[in-house]
């Protein structure tokens, strides 16, 4: 009774069936990572690619005409998604359809490199921008939309999810103008809340131009480095390193990861740093990790490498 009274009958199998769909695909990103799961913590962050792209052909080839328009989610509260007209999406309509409205939600929960690890970077902010307006815009419009029950991706390729009975008899209604307005407020708001500007170029140069760099570079190199992430926090350096071996999760490899970053950070010696190891992946549907942390001041690091744990 309570959901019934925040969502009408249509929004509620709608969510439900969504829910369904996201187990689905992550007893999908379960089984592929038993299987191939040391392949995948090869790829690095590049596994995150994975998960994308099962959401998408799973939502993609399902909800076409190659299934009437049904996830497994949908069949099972027997809705479907079609055209305006009644037909079923094409392929090639019906994937264009999945990436439109994947890709914002997908974007928060993805591994970012080096540059997109810094909140001031020019290109970031504006990737954030867009991505968290249509995010907003799916979102607003699946709860507030209650005259024609489409999102914004229902919107942009003219489709509707809909039960079966009502495919031939719903007429076309006009979406009200209010939900655009209020979509256009947001947007403004979360442009200058996120302060998008050329002015932050200039921070991204100051970053470039410092120790983190070089030191992020030459941590990649290091033998049995799959990716790296350098970044200073309230004056500590935390270093994040994942690795394609499990043997290398242990106090040798962290020492020897520690002798590149003192190397080339222009801190402090009594600044702490804090190493964590990692091996295993994420696909963004499915993960699995096991860590190794150690955190030192510089000047105990060092000591630490003396005693030819790492020899210098």
């Known amino acids: 009774m309570f959901f019934k ?4 009958n249509h929004q509620l199998k709608r969510l439900l069936a969504f829910l369904v769909d996201i187990l689905v695909v992550i007893i999908i990103g379960l089984t592929v990572g038993f299987v191939f799961g040391d392949r995948f913590a090869l790829m690095g962050d590049n ?71 810094f909140s001031n ?4 902010n504006t990737f954030d921008l867009i991505t968290g307006t249509l995010a907003f815009s799916h979102t607003y419009l699946f709860l507030f939309n209650r005259r024609t029950l489409q999102s914004l991706h229902d919107l ?7 039960f079966r009975t009502e495919i031939e008899t719903t007429e076309i209604q006009k979406v009200n103008k209010l939900h655009f307005i209020s979509i256009m407020v947001f947007l403004l708001y979360f442009a200058f809340s996120n302060n998008v500007s050329l002015g932050s170029l200039k921070d ?25 992430k350098v970044s200073i926090v309230n004056d500590k350096v935390f270093i994040n390193v994942k690795v394609h071996d499990e043997e290398m999760l242990g106090t040798e490899y962290a020492c020897k990861i520690s002798n590149v970053a003192i190397n080339h950070l222009n801190i402090d010696h009594d600044v702490p740093m804090k ?33 030819k744990i790492y020899p210098l």
Do not use: Q
């Open 5 to 8: 009274k925040i969502f009408n």
């Open 47 to 117: 596994a995150i690619w994975i998960g994308f792209f099962v959401i998408l052909l799973y939502h993609g080839i399902l909800n076409s005409s190659i299934n009437r328009g049904r996830t497994l989610g949908k069949m099972l509260f027997n809705i479907e998604v079609c055209s305006s007209s009644g037909k079923y999406l094409p392929l090639w309509k019906s994937l264009l359809r999945s990436l439109f409205v994947i890709t914002p939600f997908y974007h928060e929960g993805s591994t970012r490199d080096l540059v997109s690890d």
């Open 121 to 124: 970077d020019f290109f970031n």
């Open 156 to 162: 942009v390729f003219d489709s509707k999810v809909l």
């Open 204 to 228: 991204m140069e100051e970053i470039l131009n410092n120790s983190i760099l070089p030191t992020y570079l030459n941590i990649k190199k290091v033998e049995g480095v799959v990716s790296s």
């Open 275 to 307: 190493i964590i190891i990692a091996h295993g992946y994420d696909i963004g549907i499915f993960w699995s990790w096991d860590h190794y942390k150690m955190e030192l001041p510089l000047n105990k690091w060092k000591e630490l490498i003396k005693r």
